[in-house]
C-alpha cells in the first residue's frame, strides 16, 4: 500500500470517527433532554438497568460501569453536562452508553 492510500484510509477513518461521534452526542442530547421531561425517571431506570446488566454479564470496562453508575445518580442538569462534556472521557463514556434504548425509540 502506498503512502497516498495509507494516508486516505487514515483520513477516512478519522471522518468515519467523528461522524459516530457526532451521532453520538446526539443520542445523548437527547438523552439529556429525557432527563429534563415527564419521563425522566422511567429513562434513568433503564439506562440503570442497562449498566447493571453490563456488569452481570461483564460486557464493559469496570470503570465505565461505575463513572455511568455515579453520573446516572447525579441530578438531572448535572446529568445533563456530564454526558455532554466534549472532553475526551466524555467521548470515550458516549461510545459506551446506556441509552441505545433512546435510539430505537422505546422509554
Not at 461521534?21 to 443520542?27: G, N, S, T
Amino acid at each position: 500500500m502506498s503512502d497516498d492510500e495509507i494516508l486516505e484510509q487514515r483520513r477516512l477513518a478519522r471522518q468515519e470517527k467523528s461522524k459516530r461521534d457526532a451521532e453520538l452526542m446526539q443520542l445523548h442530547m437527547l438523552a439529556a433532554d429525557a432527563m429534563m421531561g415527564v419521563s425522566a425517571q422511567q429513562v434513568r431506570e433503564r439506562a440503570l438497568s442497562t449498566v447493571n446488566a453490563w456488569e452481570e454479564r461483564s460486557l464493559c470496562s469496570s470503570d465505565y460501569i461505575a463513572e455511568w453508575r455515579r453520573m446516572l445518580s447525579l441530578p438531572s442538569l448535572a446529568l445533563r453536562q456530564a454526558m455532554l462534556r466534549p472532553d475526551d472521557d466524555g467521548v470515550a463514556l458516549r461510545q459506551n452508553t446506556p441509552f441505545g434504548f433512546l435510539k430505537r425509540g422505546q422509554k
